[in-house]
């Protein structure tokens, strides 16, 4: 059975690059009706934080996208001690009893390229036994085979057949001299015991892979097989690191911005994969539905952001368009979090009381098309949900070519006629532009005056659907407040 996973190290927060690979994983999954696997490779207490583990969590509970089984690394090492000892009883392994490093790191000198060291790889193994027995600390270091011309070898699924002489390879450190795996062990023991059949992660380790090759077939373990993804790199070709580009690259920071997760799932997919119809938009079961490791390209995938605007413009647009895409009621419940303040949102909502599920499910439909993020709700629909609008300047008030008179002449117009229509946008829109008519006064300079009296802005969502949710008391003060700061 086809079993994937996903092996984060909790040693920051959720990078972009990581959640493209829990994605990748994911989906094959998903298409192929496999298992998908979460396993936290925590073995370097050192590094690990609490912080890290819950930025994880947090960043994938987002996305929304489950899995099957969950392990954690540090759980197991009684395992990857278990599988070092045996390859170390074959004779593929040997101690290294080097002090200044004691194995922790992989090599047993700073200067040169470094492979074995000759004294430590020839030791007998009566003596090695005598030194560990007298508990002098060591390092296991697999025995790489030297002078045997031999030709590492594996097919990876999107950068094809990969070579390495066994001779061009150290001799890694398994166990370290306090008797931890290294990422090498840990990783490999565990991908043979949870019977991992496709191996999906960054291009970064496409090197490792030799090193895991000599690992499973040590182990005696069945070799999975292999697929990399293309890096993920800034516009000036630096690879997207934590360290170099900070929040930008952090899965929370789209979130908290305003992203909906299956826009964002949407974007990292299309980071060095193409479904290979030039289509763009793609919600999560079409995703699922296209989604092969054919369809993976080998260049570096390129995130566009600078730092006057964090975000790639193709991942703003795909937002927009998978918030016009939900169904009104879906969108509702997004934008209330937002709203109401909610410790995801980037902006503080000024809303008071007249916020409720059921005024915004009204309000909704008007300000979809004029939002990128759910975020900008805040800015768009706030005038909807308070009692007092923010002080706006009353020159907004007079239209262009118009004078104080004219927008008082209008206001005074709109109130009347407010007053005495029905109150729903159609005939609010025809009573208005009869009275527009009257007042031989073009729509547009009509109209300016009482959206900016009703909305607090020239800018906003469209006037009469506006004024009917608004309500014919909330329409009427307002104007009468207008014409009181004219």
């Excluded at 089984?69 to 070092?84: D, N, P, W």
């Amino acid at each position: 059975m086809l079993r994937v996973r996903f092996a984060p190290s909790p040693t920051g927060f959720l990078h972009v690059g990581s959640a493209r690979t829990f994605i990748s994983n994911w989906l094959y999954a998903r298409h192929n009706g496999g298992t998908m696997i979460f396993r936290l490779d925590d073995t370097d207490a050192e590094r690990n934080t609490d912080v890290s583990v819950n930025s994880i969590f947090d960043g994938l509970r987002w996305l929304g996208l489950s899995w099957d089984e969950e392990y954690k690394q540090s759980e197991r090492l009684a395992l990857h001690r278990q599988v070092a000892e045996a390859i170390f009883a074959k004779g593929l392994a040997y101690r290294d009893f080097t002090p200044a490093h004691n194995g922790d790191s992989e090599k047993s000198c700073p200067q040169g390229a470094w492979l074995f060291n000759p004294g430590m790889r020839d030791l007998s193994r009566a003596e090695s036994d005598r030194r560990a027995a007298a508990g002098e600390p060591f390092a296991l270091r697999f025995r790489v085979p030297r002078d045997q011309d031999r030709l590492l070898r594996f097919v990876d699924s999107v950068y094809g057949e990969q070579t390495k002489l066994a001779d061009e390879v150290e001799d890694f450190a398994l166990l370290r001299s306090d008797g931890m795996p290294t990422y090498h062990l840990a990783s490999c023991a565990d991908d043979a015991d949870l019977r991992i059949s496709h191996i999906i992660r960054g291009q970064d380790h496409l090197s490792n892979t030799f090193k895991h090759l000599l690992i499973f077939e040590a182990a005696g373990a069945e070799t999975p097989q292999f697929a990399h993804l293309p890096l993920l790199v800034a516009p000036d070709g630096t690879k997207l690191s934590k360290r170099r580009h900070g929040p930008v690259v952090s899965v929370t920071t789209y979130r908290d911005a305003g992203f909906l997760p299956e826009a964002f799932i949407n974007f990292l997919c299309l980071l060095g994969w193409s479904p290979k119809n030039d289509r763009d938009f793609l919600t999560v079961p079409e995703l699922i539905s296209a989604f092969t490791l054919e369809g993976i390209n080998r260049s570096n995938a390129v995130v566009n952001f600078t730092e006057e605007d964090p975000f790639d413009s193709k991942a703003v647009w795909l937002n927009a368009e998978h918030i016009r895409a939900l169904p009104v009621e879906q969108l509702s419940e997004r934008l209330l979090p937002c709203l109401q303040g909610c410790p995801t949102s980037a902006a503080v909502s000024r809303c008071g009381p007249l916020l409720t599920p059921e005024k915004l499910l009204q309000v909704t439909p008007l300000i979809r098309e004029r939002i990128k993020f759910l975020c900008d709700v805040n800015s768009v629909a706030d005038f909807f949900f308070v009692d007092q609008l923010p002080p706006y300047d009353c020159l907004e008030l007079i239209p262009q070519k118009g004078d104080r008179a004219l927008a008082l002449k209008i206001l005074t117009e709109a109130r009347e006629v407010i007053a005495a229509t029905p109150f729903d946008h159609a005939s609010l829109e025809a009573a208005l532009r009869e009275a527009a008519t009257r007042l031989g006064v073009k729509t547009g300079p009509m109209f300016q005056p009482i959206r900016v009296a009703v909305c607090g802005r020239k800018n906003a969502p469209p006037l009469f659907e506006t004024m009917e949710v608004l309500g014919r008391e909330v329409c009427l003060e307002r104007i009468a407040q207008a014409i009181a700061k004219l």
